[in-house]
C-alpha cells in the first residue's frame, strides 16, 4: 500500500509540473501576443500621424501643421447617448489649431464624426462619417477659411454637415453632394449647437 500512494504521489507531481508549464506558456503568449488589431483608447497628435490599423476611441489633435492620414482605417467610438449626453463625443477633433490635415478616416459610433472648433486654415479630405449620433462634419465656433473636399457622410442621425459660420467655410460640390444624402446640409449661419 505504501508503495502505491508513492507511486500515486509521483505521478500527480509530474503532471503539476506538465501543467504548471502549460499555464506559463499560455500566460506568456497573452502577454506577448495582442489580441486585438487596432489601437484603443483616446489618442492626442502632436505630430504627424499615419495610422496602420483600425483606433476604437477619439483623436484629438493639439497641435498646428498636423497631418492625420488614416490611411483608410476606421476610428471606431464606444457610442454615444444622446438622453444622457454619455459616451464618446468626436472620431477626430481639435480646437484652436491650423495648418491641419486629416484624410483618408472613416468615423462611426460617436455623437459626431468630425468637429473643428475655433481653428482656420485647416483642411479634411477624403473622409467618411457614418452611424454618429448626430452629424457627420462639424464646423464651430469661428472655424472659418477651413477646406472640406470629397467628404462623404451618410446614416448619421443628425445632419451630414453643420456649420455655426457664415458661408466663409464651404464645402467643395463633392462633399456637398455627398452630405445631401443625410438630413438637412447646413452650411449657412446657425445658432451654436450644444455639443
Request: charged share 15%; aromatic share 6%.
Given at each position: 500500500m505504501q508503495n502505491n500512494l508513492h507511486s500515486i504521489?509521483?505521478?500527480?507531481?509530474?503532471?503539476?509540473?506538465r501543467l504548471f508549464a502549460l499555464a506559463s506558456a499560455v500566460v506568456a503568449?497573452?502577454?506577448?501576443?495582442?489580441?486585438?488589431?487596432?489601437?484603443?483608447?483616446?489618442?492626442?497628435?502632436?505630430?504627424n500621424v499615419t495610422l496602420s490599423?483600425?483606433?476604437?476611441?477619439?483623436?484629438?489633435?493639439?497641435?498646428?501643421?498636423?497631418?492625420?492620414?488614416?490611411?483608410?482605417h476606421e476610428i471606431i467610438g464606444a457610442g454615444f447617448k444622446l438622453a444622457t449626453n454619455t459616451g464618446d463625443f468626436a472620431g477626430v477633433?481639435?480646437?484652436?489649431?491650423?495648418?491641419?490635415?486629416?484624410?483618408n478616416c472613416?468615423?462611426?459610433?460617436?455623437?459626431?464624426?468630425?468637429?473643428?472648433?475655433?481653428?482656420?486654415?485647416?483642411t479634411l479630405t477624403n473622409n467618411t462619417s457614418s452611424g454618429n449620433a448626430s452629424e457627420g462634419f462639424v464646423?464651430?465656433?469661428?472655424?472659418?477659411?477651413?477646406?472640406?473636399?470629397?467628404?462623404t457622410a451618410s446614416g448619421n442621425d443628425g445632419e451630414g454637415s453643420h456649420s455655426t459660420e457664415e458661408p466663409r467655410t464651404t464645402p467643395s460640390?463633392?462633399?456637398r453632394r455627398a452630405t445631401t444624402r443625410t438630413r438637412a446640409t447646413s452650411w449657412q449661419?446657425?445658432?451654436t449647437p450644444t455639443l
Open positions: 504521489k509521483t505521478v500527480m507531481r509530474r503532471h503539476s509540473v503568449l497573452a502577454v506577448v501576443a495582442p489580441i486585438a488589431s487596432a489601437s484603443t483608447g483616446d489618442l492626442y497628435l502632436t505630430t490599423e483600425d483606433h476604437h476611441g477619439q483623436i484629438i489633435i493639439n497641435a498646428d501643421n498636423v497631418t492625420l492620414d488614416c490611411g483608410d477633433s481639435f480646437r484652436s489649431h491650423t495648418g491641419i490635415t486629416v484624410k472613416h468615423a462611426s459610433n460617436f455623437k459626431v464624426g468630425f468637429i473643428i472648433w475655433q481653428s482656420s486654415g485647416n464646423l464651430a465656433d469661428s472655424s472659418n477659411n477651413n477646406t472640406l473636399s470629397g467628404n460640390q463633392a462633399t449661419a446657425h445658432p
